[in-house]
């Protein structure tokens, strides 16, 4: 390792001589796209669809000098044995593979994923006036929809007992019978 008044880690790269990786910026950026799919939380652990987007999005992914599969393939020789994700070290040790696979130096691969910007490509539904317009709701759904659960115990409250009643007298066919 070499020091760095600023803080930063030595990569032996085999294209070039060591470089320094400023791990603010870098490590910000893996934050970044780690946390992609997390429900808006921050995650420290990469995983490898992640992984993948962000040397998409930094422009990387290059038919046939890059590919998914290679990209995969680092990620699986990085990665701890048994692991799901890598770690931010983990992910500074790629780049020295993405690189050598590219041809070009980790400086500029470094460079590129500085660059990015996390691209959500979500698909935003159409307005549809049935659905979405609770004016032209009609039967339970005006009420606010069907439920399973009942607000009131029926049984504690009496409800039952017209339905239940066996004061009368009825005939063999279920017909209530008066009597005068």
Do not use: W
């Not at 990569?11 to 808006?40: H, Q, R, Y």
């Not at 921050?42 to 930094?58: G, P, R, V």
């Amino acid at each position: 390792r070499r020091p760095h008044q600023r803080g930063g880690v030595a990569i032996n790269n085999p294209l070039s001589v060591p470089i320094i990786v400023e791990m603010a910026d870098l490590k910000e950026k893996f934050t970044e796209f780690a946390s992609i799919g997390s429900g808006g939380k921050t995650m420290a652990d990469m995983e490898s669809k992640n992984f993948f987007k962000l040397f998409k999005d930094a422009g990387l992914i290059k038919a046939p000098a890059f590919t998914q599969t290679d990209c995969d393939l680092i990620f699986t020789k990085v990665k701890a044995k048994g692991a799901r994700k890598i770690t931010y070290p983990e992910f500074v040790a790629s780049l020295d593979h993405v690189a050598a696979k590219l041809k070009i130096t980790a400086e500029d691969v470094q460079a590129k994923i500085l660059g990015a910007s996390k691209q959500i490509n979500a698909t935003q539904a159409d307005y549809n006036k049935f659905h979405d317009d609770k004016t032209t709701y009609t039967g339970v759904y005006a009420n606010g929809g069907p439920t399973n659960v009942d607000t009131v115990n029926q049984m504690a409250h009496g409800a039952l007992h017209h339905q239940l009643n066996r004061n009368q007298d009825y005939d063999v066919r279920g017909v209530q019978t008066t009597h005068k």
